[in-house]
């Protein structure tokens, strides 16, 4: 996402003091998946309301608090509202997604823990990873937003974010 980034902020910037060509929201803040989940979602959907004229990057969101939910606490939860809101800012959804090879996922793991210490605490097995992303796949297909997946062995992979920029009818 961080190319992606760099190509919408540099194409669109206005400003010579400000990067305002594109906001980027992380947004996997630990509380996807908490009973503060989804009014922090809504929050979010009206920060994006307010910005609607602007190029705007979300790493997760609603799907997230979906997946986190059904997975650690047994709960739906649903986003017809919210989806409805973000359908009218022509938000779209880009998921990379991995092949199911446990090897492959084991290498990736560690990497991650690598990079990330503290990730270590919640890890899961390389089994849960994969159940993960099928839930995803599953709720993204009932999504009323625009979606692309594309599989990602290792990164980086140089295919992808021309993928992603055509997609998005950028270049």
């Not at 996997?28 to 989804?38: A, C, L, P, S």
């Amino acid at each position: 996402m961080s190319q992606i980034y760099s190509f919408l902020e540099s194409k669109y910037h206005q400003n010579d003091n400000i990067l305002d060509g594109c906001q980027w929201f992380n947004c996997d803040v630990g509380v996807f998946g908490t009973d503060r989940g989804k009014r922090v979602i809504k929050n979010y959907v009206n920060i994006f309301q307010e910005l609607q004229d602007k190029n705007i990057i979300v790493e997760k969101l609603y799907l997230a608090d979906q997946v986190y939910n059904r997975l650690y606490n047994k709960k739906k939860i649903s986003y017809r509202r919210v989806e409805r809101k973000i359908k009218k800012l022509d938000f779209r959804i880009i998921l990379l997604t991995f092949p199911e090879n446990i090897d492959i996922l084991e290498k990736r793991l560690a990497d991650r823990i690598n990079l990330y210490p503290h990730y270590k605490r919640i890890a899961k097995s390389a089994e849960f990873y994969i159940k993960q992303q099928r839930l995803y796949l599953k709720k993204i297909k009932k999504s009323k937003i625009p979606y692309i997946a594309i599989e990602i062995a290792w990164f980086p992979d140089g295919t992808v974010v021309p993928k992603i920029l055509e997609w998005l009818g950028e270049k």
